[in-house]
């Protein structure tokens, strides 16, 4: 089943990430997020405390920015 993640940046609201299950391999998933200059912080998140969704299990094999 698709397993879904929470994504929030630079103190805003979380949003929810969904990966599609694939049976085997990886599959990409992108997203847009408007970082700014200089210093920036990115969360990833499944569960309590921080963020309060999530479900099935994700396997993340890298965070990519450009």
Wanted: charged residues 5%; aromatic residues 12%.
């Amino acid at each position: 089943s698709t397993g879904t993640l929470g994504l929030a940046y630079d103190g805003g609201a979380w949003r929810t990430l969904a990966f599609p299950a694939t049976g085997s391999g990886w599959s990409t998933v992108s997203t847009t997020v408007s970082l700014t200059a200089g210093y920036n912080v990115i969360r990833l998140a499944m569960g309590s405390p921080f963020f309060a969704g999530g479900s099935g299990t994700v396997n993340l094999g890298y965070l990519q920015l450009s």
